[in-house]
C-alpha cells in the first residue's frame, strides 16, 4: 500500500468518501500498468470530477492490493468558507515561521472531535505534509526531526530530567517540543502529567514547546492527535519531538509505535516500585536510562544499571545495528546527560545509515494508518449507521450499548457484510470470503469492508 500517498488525503474525507459515493458508479477495468502486470482489476469511478476522487487497483495476488489516491490539495480547500480559509491560511503560515501560539492553535484544531474542525484540522495538515516534503527533500530525504519517546513510571524524574535535559539542547540551538500523552485522561478525565507545573524553566524557554496531554478521548484518539502533534511540531521547524508517557498503561507502547528510539527511565529502585512497569515495555527499549543516580542512591542505581543489562541481553534484539544500552543519569548533578545525548545521537545514526529508520518510520505509518481507519470506521458506525444499512432497530441497540460483546460482535458483521450488498456488488469466490467477517483478522475485514470491488466483491 502506497502509505505517503494515502496520507495526502484527509482521512475523513477518505472514509467520508466511501459511505456517501454510490459504489454502483464503479466500473471495473483491467489496468496495464507495468507495476502490476496487465490484467489487474481495478474499479474506477464513472464520472470523477465530482466525486472525491479515488481510483482503486487491486491485484488479484494474495491480500495485498495497493491503494492509489490520487487528490489535490484544491480538492479539499473548494468546500471551505472564506473565514475557515483564512483561519487555515493564517494558522499555516503562523505555523511555519515557528509562531508557538499558531503551533498551540493548529494542535487544538487537531484535538477538536467537533466534525467540521476536524475537517479544517486535515485541510491544514494536508498543506504541512506538503511542506514537510518539501522540506525533507531539500534535506536529501532525511528526517527533519528526531522523534524521541520517553516513558517511565510516576515519579521516575521524567519532567526533573526532560528540564534538564531540554536546556542543555536548546543551548545548544536545538528547538525541542514536549508532547505529554497520558493514560488516564482517557478514562477517568484526571491526569498523571498535565495537572502539576511541571518543566517551569524550559516552558519559558522560547526554542522550547510544551505541550500537555490531550484531555479526552480513547487510547485511539489520543494516538491519532499525538501522531499529527508530532507532524505539526516537526513543520513548525521543531527538530527534536519528545513524547513522555506514563510507563503503566498501553499508552508507552502506543508511543514507541510513534517514535525513532523509546528510552524507559528507571528510579533506582526495584520490587515493588517497579511491579507496574510491564516486562513488554522493556522489550521495546533502545535506552534504558536509571535516574537519581546522585549521593546515596549511586549505590542502588549500580545495583539496578547491572540487574537490566543482564536482562536486556536475554531478550530478543529488535535491531540488526543497535543493542539496547544502560546507563545512569542524574538530572540533580547532571551526571550522564551528555552521554546519553551522545548515545541517542549514536542510535540515530546508526539507525539512519542502516535503512533501519526508513524501515521503521514506513512501517509506523502503516499502523496509524490502520488505526485511523479503525477509528474513523467506528465513528461512522455511530454517526451514520444508516450509511452502513443498520436498521433503527440495530441502531438503537448499538447505541444504548445494550448487545452483549457477542451479538453486537454478530449484528456488526452481519451489517457489514450487507454493505457490499447494498452498493451493488455480489461476492466474487474467494476462499476468504467464505470466512465471516468476525472471523478474519482485523486487518483483512478492513480491507474487504472498505476495499469492496477487489478480489473479494465483483460488480
Ligand atoms: N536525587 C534525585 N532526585 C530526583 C532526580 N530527578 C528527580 N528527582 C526527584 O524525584 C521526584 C519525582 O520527580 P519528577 O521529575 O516529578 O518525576 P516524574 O517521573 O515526572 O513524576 P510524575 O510526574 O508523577 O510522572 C521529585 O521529588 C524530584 O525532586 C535526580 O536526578 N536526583
Known amino acids: 500500500?502506497?502509505?505517503?500517498?494515502?496520507?495526502?488525503?484527509?482521512?475523513?474525507?477518505?472514509l467520508k468518501g466511501l459511505v456517501r459515493t454510490p459504489f454502483r458508479c464503479y466500473r471495473f477495468i483491467f489496468h496495464p500498468s507495468p507495476h502490476l502486470g496487465s490484467g489487474v482489476p481495478c474499479a474506477q469511478p464513472l464520472s470523477s470530477p465530482g466525486l472525491h476522487c479515488a481510483?482503486?487497483?487491486?491485484?488479484?495476488?494474495?491480500?495485498?492490493?495497493?491503494?492509489?489516491?490520487?487528490?489535490?490539495?484544491?480538492?479539499?480547500?473548494?468546500?471551505?468558507s472564506d473565514k475557515e480559509q483564512r483561519?487555515?491560511?493564517?494558522?499555516?503560515?503562523?505555523?511555519?515561521?515557528?509562531?508557538?501560539?499558531?503551533?498551540?492553535?493548529?494542535?487544538?484544531?487537531?484535538?477538536?472531535?467537533?466534525?467540521r474542525k476536524k475537517e479544517l484540522a486535515q485541510v491544514l495538515l494536508q498543506k504541512v505534509l506538503a511542506h514537510h516534503r518539501e522540506q525533507e527533500n531539500l534535506n536529501k530525504g532525511k528526517p527533519l526531526a528526531f522523534r524521541v519517546g520517553l516513558s517511565g513510571p510516576p515519579g521516575a524524574g521524567k519532567s526533573t530530567f526532560i528540564e534538564y535535559f531540554g536546556?542543555?539542547?536548546?543551548?545548544?540551538?536545538?528547538?525541542?517540543?514536549?508532547?505529554?500523552?497520558d493514560p488516564s485522561s482517557c478514562t477517568s478525565g484526571g491526569s498523571l502529567l498535565g495537572d502539576k507545573t511541571r518543566m517551569t524553566e524550559l516552558s519559558r524557554d522560547m526554542n522550547a514547546y510544551i505541550r500537555p496531554s490531550p484531555t479526552r478521548g480513547t487510547l485511539g484518539g489520543v494516538t491519532r492527535t499525538t501522531n499529527e502533534a508530532i507532524l505539526l511540531c516537526e513543520g513548525g521547524g521543531y527538530d527534536i519531538i519528545l513524547v513522555e508517557t506514563v510507563g503503566v498503561g498501553q499508552s508507552e507502547f502506543a508511543v514507541a509505535d510513534m517514535v525513532d528510539m523509546f528510552i524507559l527511565l528507571l528510579p533506582p529502585a526495584g520490587g515493588d516500585e517497579l511491579q507496574g512497569i510491564k516486562r513488554g515495555i522493556v522489550e521495546m527499549a533502545d535506552l534504558v536510562a536509571i535516574t537519581k543516580s546522585d549521593?546515596?542512591?549511586?549505590?542502588?542505581?549500580?545495583?539496578?544499571?547491572?540487574?537490566?543489562?543482564?536482562?536486556?541481553?536475554?531478550?530478543?534484539?529488535?535491531?540488526?545495528?543497535?543493542?539496547?544500552?544502560?546507563?545512569?543519569?542524574?538530572?540533580?548533578?547532571?551526571?550522564?546527560?551528555?552521554?546519553?545525548?551522545?548515545?541517542m545521537k549514536e542510535f540515530q545514526e546508526v539507525m539512519l545509515v542502516s535503512g533501519e529508520l526508513a524501515a521503521k518510520r514506513q512501517k509506523q505509518q502503516k499502523v496509524w494508518m490502520w488505526n485511523l481507519i479503525q477509528e474513523n470506521a467506528t465513528a461512522t458506525f455511530l454517526t451514520n449507521p444508516k450509511g452502513l444499512g443498520v436498521n433503527r432497530a440495530e441502531g438503537a441497540t448499538l447505541h444504548a450499548g445494550k448487545s452483549i460483546l457477542g451479538s453486537a460482535s454478530s449484528a456488526s458483521s452481519r451489517v457489514l457484510s450487507r454493505f457490499p450488498a447494498r452498493c451493488g456488488m455480489k461476492p466474487y469466490y474467494h476462499p476468504a470470503a467464505q470466512k465471516k467477517l468476525s472471523q478474519l483478522p482485523r486487518?483483512?475485514?478492513f480491507q474487504i469492508i472498505f476495499y469492496p470491488g477487489g478480489q473479494l466483491y465483483s460488480v
Open 55 to 80: 481510483k482503486w487497483m487491486l491485484p488479484s495476488n494474495g491480500l495485498t492490493r495497493k491503494l492509489c489516491l490520487q487528490t489535490t490539495l484544491e480538492e479539499h480547500t473548494e468546500g471551505l
Open 443 to 445: 486487518e483483512t475485514a
Open 167 to 181: 536546556k542543555m539542547l536548546t543551548e545548544r540551538g536545538h528547538k525541542l517540543s514536549v508532547l505529554a500523552v
Open 1 to 14: 500500500m502506497n502509505i505517503p500517498m494515502l496520507l495526502q488525503r484527509p482521512h475523513q474525507h477518505f
Open 295 to 343: 549521593g546515596d542512591l549511586i549505590v542502588p542505581a549500580r545495583r539496578i544499571q547491572a540487574e537490566y543489562v543482564s536482562a536486556l541481553k536475554l531478550l530478543r534484539r529488535r535491531s540488526g545495528v543497535w543493542r539496547p544500552k544502560v546507563i545512569r543519569i542524574s538530572a540533580r548533578s547532571g551526571e550522564g546527560i551528555t552521554e546519553m545525548w551522545d548515545k
Open 87 to 115: 483561519l487555515v491560511d493564517k494558522l499555516y503560515a503562523g505555523l511555519i515561521q515557528g509562531q508557538r501560539a499558531c503551533l498551540a492553535e493548529a494542535i487544538t484544531l487537531v484535538e477538536s472531535t467537533h466534525s
